[in-house]
């Protein structure tokens, strides 16, 4: 199996910064497009992130030019970078990945953490 793990979560004011981090262990040969959900109390779970096995990103439109997707193939390791914090960020932050597995010849499986609370106050 393939377990997705969430860090970096915490409370912060208003214009300020945290990075999430999401690692991939268990069974895992290597992440191919992954992305970061978002889901805020009474609403949908959002795309905020996402990027591709060759490293294009997408972002939606309430956070970009503040938050960055990244990732590290090496270590099968996924961040998203947020800046300039606003209240409306508040949320339980989710890693999404499409993996490969090492114990498998073929095929791709997507997989999700288990979420990370962001709380921004003014």
Not at 27 to 41: E, K, L
Not at 63 to 77: E, L, Q, T
Not at 109 to 117: A, H, I, L, S, V
Request: proline share 1%; aromatic share 10%; hydrophobic share 35%.
């Amino acid at each position: 199996q393939v377990q997705l793990v969430e860090s970096g979560g915490g409370m912060v004011q208003a214009g300020g910064s945290l990075r999430l981090s999401c690692a991939a262990s268990g069974n895992i040969r290597s992440i191919n497009a992954a992305g970061w959900y978002r889901q805020a109390p009474g609403k949908q779970r959002e795309l905020v992130a996402a990027i591709t096995s060759g490293g294009s990103r997408n972002y939606a439109d309430s956070v970009k030019g503040r938050f960055a997707i990244s990732r590290d193939n090496a270590k099968n390791m996924v961040y998203l970078q947020m800046n300039s914090l606003k209240v409306e960020d508040t949320a339980v932050y989710y890693c999404n990945a499409d993996a490969t597995r090492a114990d498998l010849h073929f095929g791709t499986f997507n997989y999700w953490g288990q979420g990370t609370q962001v709380t921004v106050s003014l």
